[in-house]
């Protein structure tokens, strides 16, 4: 049996403990904002926050989350009540398909929650990891800088201005 | 040898740097040389650029001279040391900021004896202990490919020295104590290809300084010693002597394809520090390239591998009895990509036994992997694999590393693994 | 109807009343692109229209005033979906978010065929728009039928009807009375642009609140009661088989049953975790190549020496005496590209009661449902295909083939809804690549530097292998006995396929255009995004700078001396203008270059200028800035324009400058990211501008993939200003 606290709520599972934690996010927890883009730790479509640290939960079995917190987008905010991240990102209309922007959330929410006061350079570092295949990188980018700036704080150096 | 000990050794030794000092005050002195009017980059020879281009390669100068954000030669790279964090200078030929008023003398003084153009010691991180067999011609065409690369204004940081390291005097003592310049001749017995890769290799390549172990002072230790295995940022450099650990033999053709490609096939890919000097063979002279390997290949001729390829072990079911935290966190995290039938493997990359980390005698590179992974060295198509630093915790990669060890190495049994999860991390920041 | 069908919560019993277009009506749509769907039966009416006049085909009003909008094209991420929501909304008189939109879906909605070639808002957004007029009009004439006025003293706002002395009426109950079985009128007017509130604005897509927030929205989040969990069995890469030992996988835990037909084969299970591990295991058996697959992968070069059907598609002599007095000729190529979706293909299927259903992102569900039919031997009217989204496509993928193999494996489970999820390798190996090509364009100069004479050559394999019948899914060469695939056919111009933009807008008095049609195929290959137009720009536009050069000329100017089309130039000026092309200063290493085309030669006029730095040493480009002037025609979303722009740009730059695909004889040797690189973060443009020139009143212009190719030739110019701006011995 194993305790997982997902966005607050804890759930008990009789599930192996070596399945990786996105299935058991989408298959038994019905929280679809991950998404399967590899299984391979390649795309960062996978992305979820363990303890505020953004990692694929598609390699990261359940077993290893202990008493870890996994925050997933759901997490972050609703369609009628949206967080600010997920506000940047709409008043930015970044997505295309949308299939990568949970994971690029929850990696901006990452960046974000270390400084509200990154440089281009470590804003660029931070979303590396995550592939967009629709090519919305520029959107992507101004969101995640007006989150910042929603927060108080700004990306110091930003290759376009926040309007 | 217990921590009084240790102590009792450092205070001797700083009292005897201290005698240096006193001693070599004079000597220390090195007069500035004048500055230059930074020469017009169309005034050089093109083919000289081009063949300094490729011996910077060989040299993997950049590596330590980019800026941190990667701009080639602008300096700010932070190199660790033992004595504190010295960061790579600029060696762009902007005046104020780079090389660009150096002379072709101040150039080759630095090179050669390790002292800057205003008559200041440079630290041996910079590794002009290997410089000296560098021919005159050699560094004319570095000095010219140098000369002609984009001025970029930037100052490094300054370097974070623990005292009194800070001041550069000492290390005329240091230099004195320590650099031994040999004469390499050419030896008519082996080949030119052999000749030529250990002229690279133990000169402008630098091989040692990762790959041989240093002593208390950071000299590197030579003659039987060298090629023992070093450490370089936080990763262990493996012997590449007679006590390689690798399982497979670095055959010519083996070690050619590893420092064009980053990846071989028998063995794994170039990892850590290793990443960026394959790729900047991937970039050099392919002969030159080859004359490397075939050096090397010779200086582990009497490795175990090579006179027999072992039958690598897969001890699954006793692994997974003596780690089974270790074998859950590998099937959940690792299995998807390394264990048979993954695409991965059937796709060829090569299998986790093959990889010399599991060989090695402490885990440390092993570790390193785990919580960095990979990145392709060479080109952005290339081994890759996530890093595991955030979402697992120092008992976790120490398990899965334990098991890994149990269930493919060959060497005895790492200890204390946790702490150096813990001791790695820190390095690595 | 089954029940998972009458499940379409949004439109209760509604649906059920709507009778559907006979299927013999449902033409063979062969395989072209954006092309098929049934014949046009009403000339006169716009848009697909002239193919389903009848307005409850396209809208319908529920007695709680909501508006269902039915399109049979589908949403790619492109947007499309709020825009036709914009356009009914509009043009009804409606609040916006009181429509409901029902995409593609064979037991709903009018077969238009294929989504593809920019041609959504062309052919179903025109459509839309017409007929809530019609109905808006229809609605009013009721209302003044029963008021006794003339209809044209009344006027509507959101959902109701007014007319003098307080008269209202709802939409909803005047619909209640009116009947929408009715054929659409030609000469209904589109509201006047000052009365309109949505059309043109940029107004917020529809579908995000629900994306970003991790509300199930792709077919991949779909969960039904009892659903099972599915893993096809391949090997490594298309042209390959694999003997996968099955009694192992029998025993394997967690996979409750290995469905097998004929040398086709999967595992299905309660649980995903447990399948994926039970691949590793079917994937140790052993894999040889498909004996019937060629065992030849041409690079580019290697395409000059296929068998080919050449056909000239253009050829004028215009001005037979001009005399040349400068030559020159190029070459240009493009390798095998992949598709490479971010989420792997997807598609739940559920056979009950002698009938299938299909949940796919394919971009034509109504070929999809043929090519099923014939499959499992069914008749095409016992098969449903519904549309749900997927990751974006950009082109032929392995949407279809997926929707195949879902099917199979639910016939052989009836009752059961199969959920079957393709592995990233396998989409990596197995999709159809977007093929390679070559162009070799000859040009002549006068002594004005004019171009007189021009010759473009093009070669390619086919653009289209979109499944029209069960031997275009993978999984029908599986079965026994195997179905054949369909015969490649060149796609015909104006389209085009692999000669897509091969012949010029610009007015050159002499040309021939030669089309070489490769009708071998030693790698699977299909629609990829812009189709031969990405390369034939590329080649246009990259050649028209070495003119300019030759010539003596600024890229610009060159450009708009050629032209005649005022729009052309009108993007050119906006682009040059906003980028600052004449200010602009050089450095060391860094350059600008230009490009532009109309897509199609009748879709969007796009150019773009790029500012590229190249860093020596780092072989690394950096972009500093593009800018890009774009004229839709009528922009129905001003942003969703910016928005596919932006993305083509960013997309393109990785097709142009990352992306190869491999093979090594046996298989494709790219199976993952880490083999099949793309664009990341660190290289992604610095900053990117899109102008919108709207046209209003004139029809809408295809937009979804007129950057390709323009970034293409841009970066190629760029990259070439770059080297010979005083390069310090770039190496
Ligand atoms: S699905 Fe986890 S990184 Fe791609
Ligand atoms: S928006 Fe489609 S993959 Fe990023």
């Given at each position: 049996?194993?305790?997982?606290?997902?966005n607050?709520?804890?759930?008990?599972?009789?599930?192996?403990?070596?399945?990786?934690l996105?299935?058991?996010l989408?298959?038994?927890l019905?929280?679809?904002?991950?998404?399967?883009?590899?299984?391979?730790?390649?795309c960062?479509?996978?992305?979820?926050?363990?303890?505020?640290q953004?990692v694929f939960?598609?390699?990261?079995?359940?077993?290893?989350?202990?008493?870890?917190?996994?925050?997933t987008?759901?997490?972050?905010?609703?369609?009628?009540?949206?967080g600010?991240?997920?506000r940047?990102f709409?008043h930015?209309?970044?997505a295309?398909?949308?299939?990568?922007i949970?994971?690029?959330?929850?990696r901006?929410?990452?960046l974000l929650?270390?400084?509200v006061?990154?440089?281009e350079?470590?804003?660029?570092?931070?979303?590396?990891?995550?592939?967009?295949?629709?090519?919305?990188?520029?959107?992507?980018?101004?969101?995640v800088?007006?989150?910042?700036?929603?927060?108080?704080?700004?990306?110091?150096d930003a290759a376009?201005?926040?309007? | 040898?217990?921590?009084?000990g240790?102590?009792?050794?450092?205070?001797?030794?700083?009292?005897?740097?201290?005698?240096?000092?006193l001693?070599?005050?004079?000597?220390?002195?090195r007069?500035?040389?004048?500055?230059?009017?930074r020469?017009?980059?169309?005034l050089?020879?093109?083919?000289?650029?081009?063949?300094?281009?490729?011996?910077?390669?060989?040299?993997n100068?950049?590596?330590?001279h980019?800026?941190?954000?990667?701009?080639?030669?602008?300096?700010?790279?932070?190199?660790?040391?033992?004595?504190?964090t010295?960061?790579?200078?600029?060696?762009t030929?902007?005046p104020?900021?780079?090389?660009g008023?150096?002379s072709?003398?101040?150039?080759?003084r630095?090179m050669?004896?390790?002292?800057g153009?205003?008559g200041?010691?440079?630290y041996?991180?910079?590794?002009y202990?290997?410089?000296?067999n560098?021919?005159?011609?050699?560094?004319g065409?570095l000095?010219a490919?140098?000369?002609?690369?984009?001025?970029?204004?930037?100052?490094p940081?300054?370097?974070?020295?623990?005292p009194?390291?800070g001041?550069?005097?000492?290390l005329?003592?240091?230099?004195?104590?320590?650099?031994?310049p040999?004469?390499?001749?050419?030896?008519?017995n082996?080949?030119?290809?052999?000749?030529?890769?250990?002229?690279i290799?133990e000169?402008?390549?630098?091989c040692?300084?990762?790959?041989?172990?240093?002593?208390?002072f950071?000299q590197e230790?030579r003659?039987?010693?060298?090629y023992?295995?070093?450490?370089?940022?936080?990763?262990?450099a493996?012997?590449?002597n007679?006590h390689?650990?690798?399982?497979?033999a670095?055959?010519?053709?083996?070690?050619?394809?590893?420092?064009?490609t980053?990846?071989?096939?028998?063995?794994?890919?170039?990892?850590?520090p290793m990443g960026?000097?394959?790729?900047?063979?991937?970039r050099a002279?392919?002969?030159?390239?080859?004359?490397l390997?075939?050096?090397?290949?010779?200086?582990?001729?009497?490795?175990?591998?090579?006179?027999?390829?072992?039958p690598?072990?897969?001890?699954?079911?006793?692994?997974?009895?003596?780690?089974p935290?270790?074998a859950?966190?590998?099937?959940?995290?690792?299995?998807?990509?390394?264990?048979p039938?993954?695409?991965?493997?059937?796709?060829?990359?090569?299998a986790?036994?093959?990889?010399?980390?599991l060989?090695?005698?402490?885990?440390?590179d092993?570790?390193?992997?785990?919580?960095?992974?990979l990145h392709?060295?060479?080109?952005?198509?290339?081994?890759?694999?996530?890093?595991?630093?955030?979402?697992?915790d120092d008992?976790?990669?120490?398990?899965?590393?334990?098991?890994?060890?149990?269930?493919?190495?060959t060497?005895p049994?790492?200890?204390?693994l946790?702490?150096?999860v813990?001791?790695?991390?820190?390095?690595?920041? | 109807?089954?029940?998972v069908?009458?499940?379409?919560?949004?439109?209760?019993?509604?649906?059920?009343?709507?009778?559907?277009?006979?299927?013999?009506?449902?033409?063979?749509?062969?395989?072209g692109?954006?092309?098929?769907?049934p014949?046009?039966?009403?000339?006169?009416?716009?848009?697909?229209?002239?193919?389903?006049?009848?307005?409850?085909?396209?809208?319908?009003?529920?007695?709680?005033?909501?508006?269902?909008?039915?399109?049979?094209?589908v949403?790619?991420?492109t947007?499309?979906?709020?825009?036709?929501?914009?356009?009914?909304?509009?043009?009804?008189?409606?609040?916006?978010?009181?429509?409901?939109?029902?995409?593609?879906?064979?037991?709903?909605t009018?077969n238009?065929?294929?989504t593809?070639?920019?041609?959504?808002?062309?052919?179903?957004?025109?459509?839309?728009?017409?007929?809530?007029?019609?109905?808006?009009?229809?609605?009013?004439?009721?209302?003044?039928?029963?008021?006794?006025?003339?209809a044209t003293?009344?006027?509507?706002?959101?959902?109701?009807?007014?007319?003098?002395?307080?008269?209202?009426?709802?939409y909803?109950?005047?619909?209640?009375?009116?009947s929408?079985?009715v054929?659409?009128?030609?000469?209904?007017?589109?509201?006047?642009?000052e009365?309109?509130q949505?059309?043109?604005?940029?107004?917020?897509?529809?579908?995000?609140?629900a994306k970003l927030?991790?509300?199930?929205s792709?077919?991949?989040?779909?969960?039904?009661?009892?659903?099972v969990?599915?893993?096809?069995?391949?090997?490594?890469?298309?042209?390959t088989?694999?003997?996968?030992?099955?009694?192992a996988?029998?025993?394997?835990?967690?996979?409750a049953?290995v469905?097998q037909?004929?040398?086709?084969?999967a595992?299905v299970?309660?649980?995903?975790?447990?399948l994926?591990?039970a691949?590793?295991?079917?994937?140790?058996?052993?894999w040889?190549?498909?004996?019937?697959v060629p065992?030849l992968f041409p690079?580019?070069?290697g395409l000059?020496?296929?068998?080919r059907?050449?056909?000239?598609i253009?050829?004028?002599?215009?001005?037979?005496?001009?005399?040349?007095?400068?030559?020159?000729?190029?070459?240009?190529?493009r390798?095998?590209?992949?598709?490479?979706?971010?989420?792997?293909?997807?598609?739940v299927?559920?056979f009950?009661?002698?009938?299938?259903?299909?949940?796919?992102?394919?971009q034509?569900?109504?070929?999809l449902?043929?090519?099923?039919?014939?499959?499992l031997?069914?008749?095409?009217?016992?098969v449903?295909c519904?549309?749900?989204?997927g990751?974006?496509?950009?082109?032929?993928?392995?949407?279809?083939?997926?929707?195949?193999?879902?099917a199979?494996?639910?016939?052989?489970?009836?009752?059961?809804?199969?959920?079957?999820?393709?592995?990233?390798?396998?989409?990596?190996?197995?999709?159809?690549?977007?093929?390679?090509?070559?162009?070799?364009?000859?040009?002549?100069?006068?002594?004005?530097?004019?171009?007189?004479?021009?010759?473009?050559?093009v070669?390619?394999n086919?653009?289209?292998?979109r499944p029209?019948?069960?031997?275009?899914?993978l999984a029908?060469?599986?079965?026994?006995?195997?179905?054949?695939?369909?015969?490649p056919k060149?796609?015909?111009?104006?389209?085009?396929?692999g000669?897509?933009?091969?012949?010029p807008l610009?007015?050159?008095?002499n040309?021939?255009?030669?089309?070489?049609?490769l009708?071998d195929?030693?790698?699977?290959?299909?629609?990829?995004r812009?189709?031969?137009?990405?390369?034939?720009?590329?080649?246009l536009?990259?050649?028209?700078?070495?003119?300019?050069?030759?010539?003596?000329r600024d890229p610009?100017?060159?450009?708009l001396?050629?032209?005649e089309?005022?729009?052309?130039?009108?993007v050119?000026?906006?682009?040059a203008?906003?980028?600052?092309?004449?200010?602009?200063r050089?450095?060391p290493?860094?350059?600008r270059?230009?490009?532009?085309?109309?897509?199609?030669?009748?879709?969007?006029?796009?150019?773009?200028?790029?500012?590229?730095?190249?860093?020596?040493?780092?072989?690394?480009?950096?972009?500093?800035?593009?800018?890009?002037?774009v004229d839709?025609?009528e922009?129905v979303?001003?942003?969703?324009?910016?928005?596919?722009?932006?993305?083509?740009i960013?997309?393109?730059?990785?097709?142009?400058?990352?992306?190869?695909?491999?093979?090594?004889?046996?298989?494709?040797?790219?199976?993952?990211?880490?083999?099949?690189?793309?664009?990341?973060?660190?290289d992604?443009?610095?900053?990117?501008?899109?102008?919108?020139?709207?046209?209003l009143?004139?029809?809408f212009?295809?937009?979804?993939?007129c950057?390709?190719?323009?970034?293409?030739?841009a970066?190629?110019n760029?990259l070439?200003?770059?080297?010979?701006?005083?390069?310090?011995?770039?190496?």
């Open positions: 049996m194993i305790d997982l606290t997902v607050g709520a804890t759930t008990r599972l009789d599930i192996d403990p070596a399945t990786p996105l299935y058991v989408r298959d038994d019905g929280l679809h904002a991950a998404k399967f883009g590899c299984g391979l730790g390649q960062g479509a996978c992305t979820v926050l363990v303890d505020d953004p939960s598609c390699v990261l079995p359940i077993g290893a989350i202990g008493t870890r917190k996994v925050t987008v759901e997490g972050l905010g609703t369609a009628a009540k949206p600010d991240v997920q940047a709409l930015e209309q970044a295309q398909c949308g299939y990568c949970p994971g690029m959330m929850a901006a929410q990452g929650r270390k400084t006061t990154p440089t350079d470590e804003l660029r570092t931070a979303m590396a990891p995550s592939l967009c295949r629709c090519g919305t990188h520029m959107r992507i980018l101004r969101a800088r007006r989150a910042a700036v929603m927060r108080g704080g700004g990306v110091v376009e201005p926040v309007t | 040898m217990n921590r009084s240790i102590t009792r050794k450092l205070v001797w030794a700083v009292v005897a740097l201290c005698v240096c000092v001693i070599f005050a004079i000597l220390a002195y007069p500035a040389i004048a500055t230059v009017t020469p017009d980059p169309r050089f020879d093109p083919a000289l650029v081009v063949r300094g281009a490729n011996l910077a390669r060989l040299g100068c950049v590596s330590c980019q800026s941190a954000s990667g701009r080639p030669y602008a300096g700010g790279y932070p190199v660790k040391t033992p004595f504190g010295i960061y790579g200078s600029n060696i030929p902007d104020a900021t780079g090389i008023a150096w072709p003398t101040a150039f080759r630095a050669r004896e390790g002292v153009r205003d200041s010691h440079l041996p991180a910079f590794p202990t290997h410089y000296a560098v021919t005159e011609s050699d560094l065409a000095y490919f140098l000369m002609t690369r984009p001025a970029v204004r930037s100052v940081p300054a370097n974070t020295m623990i009194p390291l001041f550069r005097p000492l005329a003592g240091w230099k004195l104590l320590f650099v031994r040999q004469r390499i001749t050419p030896d008519a082996q080949s030119a290809a052999w000749n030529r890769g250990r002229d290799g000169t402008l390549a630098h040692t300084a990762c790959h041989s172990p240093r002593g208390l950071q230790k003659g039987a010693q060298a023992d295995g070093g450490w370089s940022g936080g990763w262990y493996p012997p590449i007679a390689s650990p690798a399982v497979q670095w055959t010519v053709e083996r070690l050619d394809a590893y420092f064009r980053g990846l071989s096939t028998a063995h794994a890919a170039a990892a850590g960026s000097v394959t790729y900047n063979l991937a002279a392919p002969t030159d390239v080859r004359a390997a075939t050096y090397y290949a010779w200086q582990m001729r009497d490795a175990p591998a090579a006179r027999l390829e072992p690598l072990p897969d001890r699954q079911a006793l692994a997974s009895q003596g780690h935290d270790g859950q966190l590998y099937e959940g995290a690792c299995a998807v990509c390394h264990e039938g993954a695409a991965m493997m059937v796709a060829g990359r090569p986790l036994p093959l990889g010399t980390p060989h090695e005698d402490n885990p440390r092993t570790i390193q992997i785990v919580l960095k992974g392709p060295p060479v080109s952005p198509r290339g081994p890759y694999m996530p890093a595991f630093a955030d979402a697992l008992r976790q990669v120490a398990e899965i590393v334990a098991y890994l060890q149990m269930r493919h190495g060497g049994a790492w200890k204390n946790e702490k150096d813990a001791k790695a991390r820190k390095e690595g920041e | 109807m089954s029940s069908a009458s499940r379409r919560d949004v439109l209760g019993g509604l649906l059920v009343a709507f009778s559907l277009a006979p299927s013999t009506a449902l033409a063979q749509t062969g395989g692109e954006g092309s098929g769907g014949p046009t039966i009403a000339p006169d009416l716009p848009g697909t229209l002239a193919k389903f006049p009848n307005l409850d085909a396209w809208i319908r009003i529920a007695p709680d005033g909501r508006v269902t909008v039915f399109t049979g094209k949403e790619l991420g947007g499309v979906k709020t825009a036709m929501a914009q356009l009914a909304a509009d043009e009804l008189d409606v609040a916006i978010d009181r429509i409901d939109l029902i995409t593609a879906d064979t037991g709903l009018p238009e065929g294929v593809a070639g920019s041609q959504t808002l062309e052919q179903s957004g025109t459509a839309i728009a017409n007929a809530a007029a019609n109905v808006r009009l229809l609605l009013a004439e009721a209302a003044a039928t029963r008021w006794g006025v003339m003293t009344l006027f509507t706002r959101d959902g109701l009807v007014l007319g003098g002395q307080g008269k209202r009426a709802t909803a109950e005047l619909a209640a009375s009116t929408l079985a054929r659409a009128r030609a000469d209904v007017p589109r509201k006047r642009r009365a309109r949505l059309i043109g604005r940029p107004v917020p897509r529809v579908d995000l609140p927030t991790g509300l199930p792709y077919v991949h989040d779909m969960r039904l009661p009892g659903m969990h599915a893993r096809v069995l391949r090997g490594p890469s298309s042209g088989q694999l003997t996968p030992e099955l009694s996988l029998r025993r394997q835990p967690g996979v049953r469905v037909v004929g040398r086709f084969a595992i299970g309660p649980r995903e975790w447990p994926e591990q691949l590793r295991v079917a994937n140790r058996g052993r040889v190549r498909d004996p019937s065992a690079m580019p070069a000059l020496d296929m068998r059907e050449s056909q000239v253009n050829n004028r002599r215009d001005d037979p005496g001009a005399r040349g007095v400068q030559q020159l000729s190029a070459r240009y190529d390798p095998y590209l992949m598709h490479g979706a971010i989420g792997p293909s997807c598609a299927a559920l009950a009661e002698d009938r299938l259903t299909v949940w796919t992102h394919s034509g569900v109504e070929p449902r043929q090519a099923i039919a014939e499959l031997a069914i008749p095409a009217d016992r449903r519904v549309h749900r989204e990751a974006g496509c950009y082109g032929h993928n392995g949407a279809d083939d997926v929707a195949g193999d879902a199979l494996i639910a016939r052989a489970m009836p009752g059961v809804p199969v959920r079957l999820q393709w592995s990233r390798e396998q989409e990596h190996g197995w999709e159809p690549l977007g093929p390679a090509m070559l162009a070799q364009v000859d040009a002549t100069l006068d002594a004005s530097g004019r171009i007189v004479d021009w010759r473009h050559q070669w390619s086919t653009h289209s292998t029209v019948a069960a031997g275009d899914l029908g060469a599986e079965v026994v006995p195997p179905f054949k695939p369909t015969p060149p796609i015909p111009q104006p389209n085009g396929g000669d897509r933009n091969a012949i610009y007015r050159f008095p040309q021939t255009i030669v089309s070489h049609f009708p195929m030693p790698v699977r290959v299909s629609a990829l812009g189709l031969g137009a990405h390369l034939n720009i590329f080649a536009e990259s050649f028209m700078d070495e003119l300019a050069a030759a010539a003596g610009v100017a060159f450009r001396a050629h032209l089309d005022p729009r052309a130039a009108a050119i000026r906006q682009a203008a906003r980028f600052g092309w004449a200010r602009y050089s450095a290493n860094r350059g270059g230009f490009a532009f085309a109309r897509y199609k030669n009748h879709g969007a006029y796009c150019a773009i200028a790029l500012d590229v730095e190249r860093v020596p040493d780092e072989g690394r480009l950096i972009v500093h800035r593009a800018v890009a002037a839709s025609g922009a979303n001003p942003d969703g324009i910016r928005n596919q722009v932006e993305g083509g960013v997309q393109s730059l990785s097709w142009t400058a990352f992306e190869a695909a491999g093979h090594d004889g046996a298989r494709r040797t790219d199976y993952d990211w880490s083999t099949y690189p793309i664009l990341r973060f660190a992604a443009p610095r900053s990117v501008t899109v102008e919108v020139i709207d046209r009143g004139t029809p212009l295809g937009t979804g993939e950057a390709q190719g323009p970034t293409a030739a970066l190629a760029a070439a200003s770059a080297t010979g701006s005083g390069c310090e011995v770039c190496l």
